[in-house]
């Protein structure tokens, strides 16, 4: 049962981080709307792009890692 329990904590975290990810991201996110920052957004984007790139793909990795786990039976 410990097994089914880490990938549904795996799945949840990584769902989690997709969402901060999302959330904080200048052009996809609404954080910068909710905040009404005076930032340039253009600048913004284009320095945020590689973390939000890699935040994304790795909390991608380790939800689909979650999924995975959950459809293996435990031994």
Known sequence: ??????????????????????????????????????????DAANQAWPGTLMGLAGSAVVTLTGLWLMTKRSA
């Open 1 to 42: 049962m410990t097994s089914v329990r880490s990938a549904i904590l795996l799945t949840f975290f990584g769902i989690l981080a997709v969402a901060f990810f999302w959330f904080t991201d200048p052009t996809l996110g609404v954080a910068d709307h909710l905040m009404d920052s005076h930032i340039n957004r253009l």
